[in-house]
């Protein structure tokens, strides 16, 4: 299985990839390492955070505090990633309690300049996150046509903005992966295509490090979710790099 979960972290990454293009969301994490988890489309990426035990149950029980990895900073210039679009430069960001946290975008202009190929792009300021995205008055103004997870079904449209509802189906996963066996994991908000489990085990990568192991997973409601991490030099040792710290509640 855990094979699986190896191709899942390539399949995520060209999710936000596929998601970013046509509605113009970035990944704040850039090239510098840094995972904010504030991204800026469906914040749907691997580094899910919550917990459950082996029989594909939410484990309340368990009393291990789990953080995630962000970027050390002593200013926002640090946060900025060397290949940085117009959403992602040192206005954009946050440094102030010593870690990078993406802010989201300003204001349309920017949004147009990062995404120039995206003519009606816009910067829904009302979002938790500021997102650039596009208007909409119902859900179908959102849909492209051809792509498995980005349907009607799968977009609401709130206050005009267009806003990324996440998978509907798990068949509709395996349509936007063919020859995976990914599932709709819906203790994600909003639901993500993630490995099948029955077992944390089932969800440890082949190439492992730290932020991988079993310890740093659950399996909830049949499918893999990555709890975060337990210290700073898990962090550290992954691909977020050597600045980066594990960051708790």
């Known amino acids: 299985m855990a094979r699986h979960t190896s ?16 509605i113009g969301c ?76 993406w802010l989201g975008c300003l204001d349309t202009a920017e949004c147009q300049e990062a995404f120039p190929a995206v003519a009606s792009i816009v910067c829904n300021t009302a979002a938790s996150t500021p997102t650039c995205t596009l208007p909409c008055s119902v859900a179908g103004d959102c849909a492209q046509a051809g792509k498995p997870l980005f ?3 799968n977009w609401t449209c ?25 599932v709709c994991a819906e203790y994600s908000d909003p639901p993500i295509c993630a490995p099948p489990c029955s077992a944390p085990s089932d969800c440890v990568p082949d190439d492992a490090v730290d932020l991988f192991e079993e310890e740093n997973w659950a399996c909830t409601g049949g499918a893999c979710e990555h709890l975060g991490c337990l210290s700073t030099e898990e962090c550290a040792s992954s691909s977020h790099g050597p600045d980066s710290i594990c960051v708790f509640d």
């Open 7 to 22: 191709k899942f972290f390539a399949l995520t990454a060209a999710a936000a990839i596929a998601l970013a293009a046509p």
């Open 26 to 101: 970035e990944d704040e994490g850039g090239s510098n390492g840094s995972d904010s988890d504030s991204d800026s489309d469906s914040d749907s990426d691997s580094d899910s955070d919550s917990d459950s035990d082996t029989d594909s149950d939410s484990d309340s029980d368990s009393d291990t505090d789990f953080g995630l990895c962000h970027l050390a900073c002593s200013d926002t210039a640090t946060c900025v990633p060397i290949d940085a679009i117009a959403t992602q430069t040192a206005d954009n960001w946050s440094c102030a309690p010593g870690y990078c946290e």
């Open 151 to 153: 349907d009607a079904n």
């Open 158 to 182: 709130e206050s005009n903005f267009c806003v990324w509802a996440g998978c509907a189906t798990t068949a509709e996963c395996q349509e936007a992966f063919p020859e995976t066996e990914l």
